[in-house]
């Protein structure tokens, strides 16, 4: 099936690696041009040389997303190299482990910045640019705490659930636009991130990081880790020009992890 999405542009937040770099890669696979974004340059100019062997037109922007000024940059500057903007996906962020006791103000600024924030602004300086669209898109990535409580997972939690909500406001108020505002929800996903994270976490629970790894595989239907490009083929559906009836969800990527019906 062709998605239409030949000759769109989008821009990804968080894009130089992991799900953000995979959502890019299944969108260029499709003939969409891409804006990544990152704060290490050569990481992000090696993603731009992998989208750009796609036959799309790829560009990296520079850029610390965990202010306001960040994000409008990201924005400005993706629209100033590819024309205009079709799709937004808001994908970045990550996890950073505490407690109510232990979080201080200056962590849960910089989680609440980057994980919630960051979703907020960059939406706001891209929505006049996809109005003149003609199947404008915002594609949120959350995570399953956004869904199912995963004990512990408090920094995730909160910004995750927050996502859904802000999603289902902006769903309603630019579906006037013809815009489509969708989250997809992945579950634990084998990125980059991960290595570092699951070792940290096998020591604070005294196991290896393959039980780790195992223990989370045990907890899905389908017995195993995504992969990045799975999250990424399904976003590119769910932002393309076929998919046209869909907004205020929340898309499920998750091998299972979810338990409620
Ligand atoms: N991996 C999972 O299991 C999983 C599961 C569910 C949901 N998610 C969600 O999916 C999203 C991506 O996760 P991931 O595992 O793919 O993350 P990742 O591997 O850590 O990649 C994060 C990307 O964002 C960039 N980035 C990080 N901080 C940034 C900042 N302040 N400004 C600009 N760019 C920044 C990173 O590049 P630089 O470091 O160079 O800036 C990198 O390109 C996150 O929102 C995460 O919560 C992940």
């Not at 995570?143 to 939690?157: E, F, R």
């Not at 634990?188 to 039980?211: H, L």
Request: net charge negative.
């Amino acid at each position: 099936m062709d998605l239409g999405l030949k000759g769109k542009n989008a821009a990804i937040t968080g894009s130089s690696q992991g799900i953000g770099h995979a959502i890019a890669g299944s969108l260029a696979d499709e003939g969409c041009n891409v804006a990544l974004s990152a704060r290490n340059q050569d990481r992000l100019d090696q993603a731009v040389k992998e989208m750009e062997a796609k036959g799309v037109k790829a560009v990296g922007i520079l850029v610390d997303l965990s202010s306001e000024d960040g994000c409008k940059k990201f924005i400005d500057d993706a629209v100033d190299a590819l024309g205009s903007l079709d799709i937004l996906v808001n994908n970045v962020g990550g996890m950073i482990p505490g407690t109510l006791d232990s979080l201080d103000e200056a962590t849960w600024a910089t989680v609440l910045n980057l994980n919630l924030m960051s979703f907020v602004y960059t939406t706001k300086a891209a929505v006049p640019h996809l109005r003149n669209s003609s199947a404008g898109r915002v594609l949120n990535v959350s995570g399953v705490t956004g869904k199912q409580l995963l004990p512990g997972a408090l920094t995730t939690t909160i910004p995750n659930t927050a996502i859904h909500g802000f999603a289902k406001v902006m769903a309603e108020q630019l579906g006037k636009d013809g815009i489509t505002v969708n989250t997809i929800c992945p579950g634990f996903t084998n990125t980059e991130s991960w290595g570092p994270r699951a070792e940290s976490m096998a020591k604070m629970r005294g196991v290896t990081p393959d039980q780790v790894r195992d223990g989370v595989s045990a907890q899905t239907f389908l017995g195993r880790w995504a992969e990045p490009q799975e999250i990424g083929d399904a976003a590119a559906w769910i932002v393309s020009e076929k998919n046209s009836y869909q907004t205020g969800t929340v898309v499920e990527v998750c091998g299972g992890f979810t338990k409620y019906i």
